[in-house]
């Protein structure tokens, strides 16, 4: 059997095999088609825009929620054709039970609201961040999966809930330094369809489907919108009129079409009014082509998108009043948005916006001699129980070598454990942006 060199060959010592005559491969050391390794300056960027998430929602008084990615299959399944279902990542166990990686997380809170039943209060206000997955054939080399911040209302009927969503993703935008000139919301109600199926005498059963149709507007030619439309049994006429409507830019033009009694016009009216109390205006626009592409959406819908149209939407939202019924859960109205990890880092590169996140560690510590590595460990520990960051040299290294790791791990500081100095109990400190040196007693370190 080919034997193999330990840690990647760097060492001069041959290993065995693990299995006696087992042949080795060298495995593939990239991650499966459509997934991402966070390596350390990955997982910083990481931890940054995840701490913007949790501190938004910390601010807006939101309670962290998690669900598990594995979920049943049958969680996902809705009728109306959504891509999500598509590309449903899913497969039977070794239990037989048809299962599926979440492709979001709203089905996931639906079902832990019905789950914790009476013993919760309304409203209740959620908020999580966890790892999505879609099966897509990588004929367009997209991902398998990304990172979903969310955050939920439930319990609350009124648009009020939704402004204050918004009012959140505004929040964190400013915080990142995104403005208004760079990106901004696309705000309609899907209660406008709704009066314009209930006009055109479509069947409510249809309202998923034909919303998940109007979904794809700008991305499949219109003839073939209009022959999908077409399928679901609307006529040829209805199907104009709606057209029509869907390009409408003004709420006013939109109260022309819709008379101005119905709750569309009113919801979007008092959402606008709304967007000025919370300062947030300048941010949001009517556009009634707005669906977004889930068919449980029952109200207000919208999308971030970035002002100069070279990304996909940012993020997207909406009001969801059915969704609990569905899955046998009590009338409880809801609402939520989903924000990917992955559209917001090309829009921050595109605007030169990505923060510098070095490696920090305040101290390198250093014994001068093999046999006090352990008082370097009683230093190390000293420091670290007093809450300072500590890169401890495990090894005998020469020097040279250290001070190349303290500048590549950008530490503060190089504490040298020398014999004479730890017979009298001290260390010696160097701060390394400005040279200075100086003994002092480890007790007296901090
Ligand atoms: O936004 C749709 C979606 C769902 C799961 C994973 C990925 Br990547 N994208």
Not at 106 to 118: D, W
Not at 236 to 261: M, N, P, R, T
Not at 264 to 280: N, P, R, V
Request: charged fraction near 30%; glycine fraction near 8%.
């Amino acid at each position: 059997a080919a034997a193999t060199k330990s840690n990647g060959g760097r060492s001069g010592s041959i290993v065995a095999p693990l299995v006696e005559n087992e042949e080795v491969q060298k495995i593939d050391v990239n991650p499966p088609k459509g997934t991402r390794d966070f390596a350390p300056e990955d997982m910083r960027l990481r931890n940054w825009l995840f701490n913007h998430f949790k501190e938004v929602s910390r601010l807006f008084g939101y309670e962290e929620v998690d669900y598990p990615v594995l979920e049943t299959e049958a969680l996902f399944i809705r009728k109306a054709g959504e891509e999500i279902r598509d590309q449903l990542y899913c497969f039977e166990d070794r239990g037989n039970r048809r299962v599926a990686l979440r492709p979001e997380l709203t089905p996931s809170l639906a079902r832990l609201v019905i789950q914790k039943g009476k013993s919760v209060s309304l409203p209740l206000k959620w908020f999580a961040i966890g790892q999505c997955w879609r099966y897509e054939r990588m004929t367009r080399g997209r991902r398998r999966e990304h990172y979903q911040w969310n955050m939920d209302i439930i319990g609350v009927p009124h648009v009020t809930a939704e402004a204050e969503l918004i009012s959140a993703i505004v929040t964190f935008f400013k915080r990142i330094g995104i403005t208004a000139s760079d990106v901004g919301f696309k705000v309609s109600s899907r209660k406008v369809l709704q009066e314009l199926l209930r006009k055109y005498g479509v069947p409510e059963n249809l309202f998923g489907r034909v919303c998940i149709i109007i979904d794809k507007i700008e991305k499949i030619p219109i003839d073939e919108i209009k022959k999908e439309l077409g399928s679901t049994g609307i006529s040829e006429d209805a199907i104009e009129q709606l057209l029509q409507v869907l390009s409408v830019k003004s709420l006013d033009d939109l109260e022309d079409v819709l008379g101005g009694a119905g709750e569309a016009i009113a919801d979007l009216k008092q959402l606008f009014s709304l967007a000025e109390k919370f300062g947030y205006s300048e941010w949001i626009q009517f556009d009634a082509s707005v669906v977004r592409g889930l068919a449980y959406y029952t109200g207000i819908v919208f999308e971030g998108f970035d002002r100069k149209g070279n990304l996909r939407a940012i993020c997207g939202g909406g009001r969801y009043d059915r969704l609990l019924p569905t899955y046998g859960g009590d009338d409880i109205p809801a609402c939520g948005f989903g924000f990917g990890d992955a559209v917001i880092v090309e829009l921050l590169k595109e605007k030169n916006l990505l923060p510098e996140l070095g490696q920090e560690v305040e101290n390198i510590v250093c014994a001068l001699e093999k046999d006090l590595q352990g008082a370097a460990g009683t230093v190390a520990t000293a420091l670290r129980s007093k809450g300072q960051t500590v890169d401890l040299v495990l090894e005998s290294k020469p020097l040279k070598w250290v001070f190349k790791r303290a500048a590549r791990i950008n530490a503060r500081r190089l504490i040298l454990v020398g014999k004479t100095e730890w017979e009298d109990g001290s260390v010696s400190v160097k701060v390394l942006s400005t040279g200075e040196q100086f003994q002092v007693k480890l007790n007296d370190l901090e």
